[in-house]
């Protein structure tokens, strides 16, 4: 590896864990020129290798210290715990250098980096570390998943910090925009919380449904006779269990609090159903199809129908 | 119209309730000329105009009467709750006639209809009546959504009585063989059983979900940056809300056994979250996530996927 160059005008990209938004990040800077060189870093030298074979990343290294060293922009796009624990171990080396590199990432959740990092700086933010999330995805994973127009039309939500270097939101912001991503910010617990409700609760759902057909005695009938909706409805349940055991786990707050709403409304149409109230069953069907239509609407409007 | 002939070969098929089902089925019946000709009965004249502007039926009635003497089968396509009541009030009137005319219906629960058939003959299955359902179809609703191709591939249970004469429950096979789809038989039982595990507690669970986020403080946002996962999770939330209040009342036994069992999975994985073992995620989201690959699988090789 070369090193790295604090005035070339395009950055050195080290994108550390090679999976499918890292290697989708990686696919794309590449083909748009935003990146001078994208790098690889990883415990996994099969998937890293692979990331070059595939033209994704110009190069790659298993020393962390190397790659702290290349990069301009460093990006966590390990699983949710791991990038809280790279934090953890990276920040405080990081604190005595004049000019760190930028880090951000891609996790799902966003208030457990914050705290960690803030922890690990000594009780404030780190100027350069910009938190990031982009809200795409698939139910497949790994390098060989890798999309370089995984992230057109898609969200992407930083959560800048009053503590933040303008520049590295400017640079983090230009990245995601290369993409593809509309790029807007908020705060940090507000983004865990409707994670939580849009994406998180939803998975949770989907793993524990297909989790109680499967371990029911009629599982094989179930299975057999289950059509096209079902389908739909438990495509997130093949999503990577490890990823999403993370996610659980990193953000527990808003979704313990997600899943006990739902719980509320759920318990609400079980009680209409047992009753059989006609009336209060269509009144919160009809309620819920009108969000849902208006949802499609929304969708359509920004090319993700 | 003209007088129902029972020497016919093809049979006189009348739709009672012209919509995406009925509608869909009248389509198919006339395109491969099993039914010599396709009435529509039903209480609203516009979506019967609408249906033979479009081709799908030959001519309709709104007198019920004319349309039982007209009809070698009858097939119930109404709202559940709906043919629950056809049912109360045409067999009575249908005992006495040396051979009725053969009785079908479409609705997604079956016991409901069996005891109300039951108790409407006196205590026993009307050998003319055989109930069956076409595990098909589509969040749009309406005459003009039918579509002559809805049931190829897809599976019609029927659920055959003892007391059955067997030249209906042939005729009725045959007919929805003639679609494409492919029938077969269940109990009454465990066919209520299967679907409100696999399509009944899903729809439950996805209006509940979209309902709880429609009334959350935070709707605005998290419909903004809901994405493609959660939009594939609550689609069947667009559902009919009139159909599937008819659904949950008239299967509630099962619907409500349904979702004690997944609330119960569902405050175990809770548990999990709360007390973040990891291990306890991880194995309830890996087994989920086989189920669910495994069912993929099978519809794949169904010619579903």
Redesign the interface.
Known sequence: MRAASEESSAPTVVIAGLGLIGGSLAASLKATGFCQRCLGWGHREASLARGVELGIIDDYTLDLDEALAEADILVLATPTLVAEALLREILPSLRERPRPPVITDVASVKGNLWHAARAAWGDRHPPRLVLAHP???SERSGVDAANAQLFVN??V?LTPDADNDPAAVALVRAMWASTGAEVVD?AVE?HD???A???H????????????????D??E??????????????????????M??DI??AN?PA??QS?D??????K???G???R?D?DA??D?????????????R??ASRG?S
Request: proline share 2%.
């Open positions: 809200i795409a995805g898609h969200r939500i908020m507000a919380r409707v994670l409700a849009t994406s609760l939803p998975h949770v759902l989907a793993y524990a449904l297909v989790d109680a057909l499967a371990s029911s009629a599982s009938d179930i299975f057999r006779f289950a059509a096209g909706g079902f389908r739909d409805f438990t495509r997130i349940a093949s999503s990577d269990p490890v999403w055991r659980a786990i527990a979704l313990l899943i709403r739902f719980s509320e409304h759920l609400a149409v079980r209409a159903i047992e059989a006609a069953l269509h919160t069907f009809t309620r819920a199809k009108s969000a849902r239509d208006e949802f499609s929304l969708l993700q």
